[in-house]
């Protein structure tokens, strides 16, 4: 199926497996990255290797809180959430990008003007710098990983890959490609900092490059969080699609007119289609039931991603004014 809006969704039944891999690289590369930020940074003495190393316990709990948003939105429906347990990542993923914006952002922010106004002492950078290397491999590794995992859904939805990762409702892979993509800048931006303040024996640098980092994060935080808020709100697919649906619905015998398509995206894999529909005035109940029938199975072999299809008989417009009523449904 060719789309031209990021597929919304459409992805194959592997995966969550995808999603779930691709984060445990991250998690695991940043955890240890993290605790060798920490250590070089106390041994050099540097804001901007602090900030990095808060950058990666900020990656490492934002991980595992996408871990936590992956298992619990994987929950079948029952009783009391009919609907499933789609859109629960999303509120989870909202509180990563919180821990992006709370531990790495507002931290680097902090320590690069603490750093600029009380001054700073260089030590030796050696460490450091062996530290950003290592990093930049790991964290080079887990972004190819996430880089993979999107690109491959982007061509299976036939979506451009920046449209795809722009309008995607799988945010935990969105949240590790943003992200390692920010720990690479931040890791050059870092060494930037060290190098100046060997050159010049100013600690100015490094704080600058601690504020840079911090501003970064912020970008990221806001980018994520923005993302998360437009699907918890509620999102419907993309125009292509509803135009798609329409037309499936339209081919259905005995269906008149679509008066009303609804749309939302649950997850991933998971949409609601809801629709007001004129069916013909000379159809039998027996050939509007199967007619549903019909309309839904033409959608969930068109759209796979299509989960609950729920369909209204509705008067025409033409009908209601003959019978006097509101030609509004």
Request: charged letters at 20%.
């Amino acid at each position: 199926m060719a789309m031209t809006e990021a597929g919304a969704g459409q992805q194959d039944d592997d995966g969550g497996g995808e999603s779930t891999f691709t984060v445990i690289v991250a998690a695991s590369a940043n955890l240890g990255i993290a605790v060798a930020k920490v250590v070089a940074g106390v041994i050099s003495g540097s804001s901007a290797m602090l900030s990095e190393a808060a950058h990666s316990v900020a990656d490492t709990v934002t991980e595992l809180l996408l871990l936590t948003a992956l298992k619990r939105s994987e929950k079948p429906a029952d009783e009391d959430h009919p609907l499933g347990y789609g859109p629960e990542r999303y509120i989870w993923a909202m509180l990563a990008a919180v821990a992006t914006f709370v531990g790495g952002a507002v931290f680097s922010l902090y320590d690069g003007i603490h750093t600029l106004v009380a001054g700073e002492e260089p030590g030796d950078p050696l460490v450091s710098y062996i530290v950003l290397a290592v990093a930049f491999l790991l964290e080079s590794y887990s972004l190819r990983t996430g880089l993979r995992q999107a690109r491959g859904e982007a061509e299976r939805v036939g979506a451009p890959f920046k449209r795809y990762l722009r309008y995607t409702p799988d945010t935990a892979v969105k949240a590790v490609v943003l992200e390692d993509s920010a720990a690479l800048i931040g890791l050059v931006l870092a060494a930037g900092g060290l190098l100046g303040g060997q050159l010049t024996g100013s600690g100015v640098w490094d704080g600058i490059a601690s504020l840079c980092i911090g501003l970064l994060l912020l970008y990221v935080a806001w980018v994520l969080g923005r993302s998360n808020a437009e699907l918890l709100i509620g999102r419907p697919l993309p125009k292509p699609m509803r135009e798609r649906i329409r037309a499936e619905l339209l081919a259905v015998e005995h269906v008149e007119a679509v008066l009303e398509l609804t749309t939302l995206v649950q997850g991933p894999r998971e949409a609601l289609v809801a629709a007001k529909v004129d069916f013909r005035d000379v159809s039998t109940a027996a050939q509007i039931e199967w007619a549903c029938e019909q309309a839904e199975a033409r959608l969930r072999e068109a759209f796979p991603v299509v989960s609950r299809v729920y369909l209204d008989p509705t008067p025409g417009y033409a009908q209601r004014r003959h019978e006097g009523l509101n030609p509004w449904p």
